[in-house]
């Protein structure tokens, strides 16, 4: 998997997010055999949105919407897919009076 992000700062608490990723996953064999309906190929875009609250809090909205797959032979992919991400930040506190 690789990816490639660039973002934008819209105000002091959002910011706009693009990624575009790739997944490649190789055919698999079972004792020297190549198995069907494995390994592919999929080019993602991402746009996300994530919001900043009292600076510890990010909630993020994103879809990945797939714009290239080559799968071998019949395989499941997804159309596209949404997601909501909550991230707590934790900083440790500082001791008083140690240096």
């Given amino acids: 998997i690789s ?3 660039v ?3 819209i105000n002091l608490h959002w ?3 693009l990624q575009l990723r790739n997944e490649w ?9 190549k198995l069907n309906s494995t390994g592919g190929d999929v080019v993602t875009i991402s746009p996300q949105i994530n919001h ?3 600076q510890k ?3 993020s909205l994103l879809m990945d919407v797939p714009v290239y797959r080559k ?5 499941l992919g997804a159309k596209y897919a949404v997601a909501v991400n909550v991230v707590r930040d934790f900083k440790p506190k500082r ?4 240096h």
């Avoid at 799968?71 to 395989?75: D, G, M, S």
């Fill in 25 to 33: 996953r190789k055919i698999d064999t079972w004792e020297g055999v």
């Fill in 3 to 5: 990816a490639f992000f």
């Fill in 15 to 17: 910011t706009a997010i």
């Fill in 52 to 54: 900043t609250i009292a």
């Fill in 95 to 98: 001791k008083t009076g140690m």
């Fill in 57 to 59: 809090w990010n909630i």
């Fill in 7 to 9: 973002s934008r700062k």
């Fill in 71 to 75: 799968y071998n032979l019949a395989q």
